[in-house]
């Protein structure tokens, strides 16, 4: 017999139309070299008027022109990978490896015991085999009540598994699948038991979540709440380990007889006087044998429950799996509405994590994310020394919950596994992987593999932002920064889409400059951009036109509607304006040792007004924030300032209609967008009656203000 043919696991193909881009691209880039000639050769002489304004123009267009290009690297190499789960299984089914999934949980009274067990549950549920799956659920709360959830959980699993592997449901979230169900297909036998024991597993749940304690009755029933004490607090109690199913156990299995997962309850020691580092010190205190390690967010529920095979077509392969150390999967939501009011990482997930992927790996972006353990340790990347994942010794997962147990007792003073020191510990430790020697694969199937919950207000979005290009910063100033670490180590286009996040929060000082100061020049008659008839006003119009159309049909070919592409730049108008300053203002304090790293979970539990106003596509204001004042000022200045030129244009006739877009053209076409975007907060300051209009002392601060700025500019 001749050799088996080698049959790869996977496959890697290049984007289509990358030639015609890159012409694109390049004559864009000459575009914007016109206008940087333009202002450099235009700039008015000491003492004329504009002659500050038009210096600061050209300040912020060499930022936009230089950050633009950083966007280019993760467009011009761009791959799709498709995984062969039927030749892994076909040639490793007996040999599979143990995969250790962690779900991560902060707070119950934010994070919901329910969503978090439902999750669990999706997890636990996988088409995996049961003997060689565990899952580890840690609380950074050390809660009993999450405890308790997690209890009642594991005796709903006997039920649940068994059905969903029946049959073949999707997704495995018991919620999700329950509210995924038209009316017809709510029936039969099975279905209703299995609905109603879920119902009463939630009824029970939420009743102790309501009292905030759990009965002295069901504490009797189960041993392991003695491991809670009266002086436990969320941030002041010992670790707490408790096995609620052992696979290697004979009584473990599941009302058909078969296997269940290893289901473990983890809340490592926390102490008042000590500092914690966040979801990274949680992460590492659970750090244990398994070869793959999968985590997910509390809120991030399995939707695909292949999902563990797929990841392993990309660790298996015999060839090209060797230099690989995570398996990215897309983070998506559920309750995403169809214009995406709130905006969307559409963008991100369709394009920008595939371009990166062409240069050696996409970022990890902190959930759904699948990695050798090994590298997490530290292990540098070696071609001889390959990482076999086939299934280890027995004994020696025998002896894994007695180690994890044993971590656990101490609070984490290693920085083996994710970095500390930064809110985005996830990014910084990718990049730190990678500078190893290794790269990642980014995987997007067909059907999503994990389901979240996003932003459903307007403060949520800013505060998360807030944090994530904070800590974005922060690694570029750090020593793992990617251009004096990473440059050498990585390929310079990934360098290249690495400061392209990194340098989120400073595109505030370009936007603001461009939201305020041309409105302000208009109010005085000052041209700060080239006449309609001059030669110098093609290049501008090129590049406005060539981008914004480049945007809205790669927004729609991403999947996305025209609302919700305005939507889009509604809110890359805002991130930029507020959370993008707060964020750069706490780094520059941080550097010079004024502020502390700090970590806000955001909230999963929503008002049901609010919720509904969501669905509906209405923004929510409501929430009195510096962030929401910025924002409200902002737009009231330009439309003062719109307002001020329509006055001396038809009322008092101080300018002539023909000079005035003659001269401002691009001045009043940005002022006019400005204004248009803002019309849902102007509707919320002036005609809304809800709790999710603009507070009325928010509103009053900012009309004072901005009234004040133009009523000075205009009689200077």
């Known amino acids: 017999m001749g050799e088996l043919k080698y049959e790869p696991l996977f496959e890697t193909k290049r984007a289509k139309g990358r030639i015609i881009y890159r012409l694109f691209a390049t004559s864009l880039f000459c575009g914007i070299l016109l206008i940087w000639i333009y202002r450099l050769c235009s700039i008015p002489k000491p003492g004329e008027n504009g002659r500050y304004g038009w210096i600061g123009m050209l300040g912020a267009e060499l930022w936009f022109g230089f950050y633009w290009f950083l966007t280019q690297s993760l467009r011009w190499n761009r791959v799709y990978r498709q995984a062969f789960r039927e030749r892994l299984l076909q040639r490793y089914e007996n040999e599979l490896p143990r995969v250790d999934v962690f779900v991560c949980t902060a707070d119950p009274s934010i994070e919901p015991p329910i969503m978090v067990i439902n999750t669990v549950l999706s997890v636990m549920a996988y088409n995996y085999p049961p003997e060689k799956l565990s899952v580890y659920l840690s609380d950074d709360a050390g809660s009993e009540l999450t405890f308790y959830t997690l209890l009642e959980a594991s005796r709903f699993a006997k039920h649940w598994l068994p059905y969903c592997k029946k049959f073949n449901v999707e997704p495995r979230s018991p919620a999700a699948y329950f509210a995924s169900l038209p009316a017809p297909d709510q029936s039969g036998a099975d279905f209703s038991e299995t609905k109603r024991l879920y119902k009463d597993m939630a009824n029970k749940i939420d009743v102790v979540c309501k009292a905030g304690r759990v009965s002295d009755q069901a504490k009797l029933e189960y041993k392991g709440f003695s491991k809670w004490n009266s002086y436990s607090s969320k941030k002041n109690h010992a670790a707490i380990l408790q096995i609620l199913i052992d696979s290697r156990d004979e009584g473990a299995k599941d009302f058909d007889g078969v296997k269940l997962p290893t289901l473990v309850y983890v809340a490592r020691e926390k102490r008042l006087q000590h500092f914690h580092n966040f979801k990274a010190g949680a992460m590492n205190a659970l750090i244990s044998n398994g070869p793959v390690i999968l985590n997910v967010d509390c809120d991030m529920y399995s939707n695909n429950s292949n999902s563990i095979q797929d990841a392993l077509c990309f660790f298996m392969d015999e060839e090209r ?36 992927d062409g240069y050696g790996g996409p970022l ?35 002896r894994k919950h007695a180690r994890v147990g044993r971590k656990t007792r101490k609070i984490s003073k290693f920085h083996i596994g994710l970095k500390y020191g930064c809110s985005v510990e996830n990014i910084l430790t990718g990049l730190t992987t990678k500078c190893k020697g290794w790269k990642s694969v980014y995987y997007r199937p067909k059907m999503k593999a994990f389901l979240g919950v996003a932003a459903t207000t307007l403060d949520q979005l800013l505060v998360q932002h807030k944090r994530w290009s904070e800590g974005d910063l922060n690694i570029f100033f750090s020593k793992y920064s990617p251009v004096w670490y990473g440059l ?22 370009a936007t603001l400059y461009y939201s305020i100061v041309p409105s302000l020049y208009l109010l005085k008659g000052i041209s700060l951009f080239p006449q309609v008839s001059s030669k110098w006003f093609l290049p501008f119009a090129y590049v406005i036109i060539a981008e914004l159309t480049y945007s809205f049909a790669e927004f729609l070919w991403s999947g996305g509607t025209v609302l919700g592409w305005w939507n889009e730049q509604r809110i890359w108008l805002y991130k930029r304006t507020s959370s993008y300053i707060f964020a750069f203002l706490d780094t520059m304090l941080k550097l010079f040792g004024s502020s502390n790293t700090t970590f806000i979970v955001t909230p999963k539990v929503t008002d049901e007004d609010v919720l509904l106003r969501y669905k509906q596509e209405t923004m929510e204001f409501g929430s009195a924030s510096p962030m929401l004042t910025i924002l409200s000022t902002l737009a009231m200045l330009n439309l003062f300032c719109l307002m ?38 102007y509707n919320a300051v002036f005609f809304r009656k809800d709790k999710g209009k603009i507070p009325s002392s928010t509103a009053v601060q900012s009309l004072v203000f901005a009234l004040s700025v133009c009523t000075c500019i205009a009689y200077l």
């Not at 390929?491 to 989120?504: A, D, E, I, S, T």
């Open 321 to 356: 799996s060797h230099e690989i150390a995570f398996v990215q999967f897309p983070q998506s939501f559920e309750n995403t509405t169809k214009n995406a009011v709130y905006g969307s990482r559409r963008v991100i997930d369709e394009v920008e994590l595939h371009g990166a």
């Open 364 to 398: 990890y972006t902190g959930s759904g994310c699948f990695q050798r353990r090994d590298t997490l340790y530290g292990r540098e990347f070696s071609k001889e020394a390959r990482i076999d994942l086939k299934s280890s010794c027995p004994r020696e997962e025998g």
């Open 488 to 509: 050498g180590k990585l390929n310079p286009g990934l360098v290249l889409g690495y400061l392209h996040y990194c340098f989120w929060s400073p595109n505030c000082f």
């Open 644 to 681: 001020g030129l329509v006055k001396k244009l038809i009322v008092t006739r101080e300018l002539g209609l023909k000079y005035v877009f003659e001269t401002m053209a691009l001045q009043i076409l940005l002022c006019g967008v400005l204004v248009f975007v803002n019309l849902p907060l």
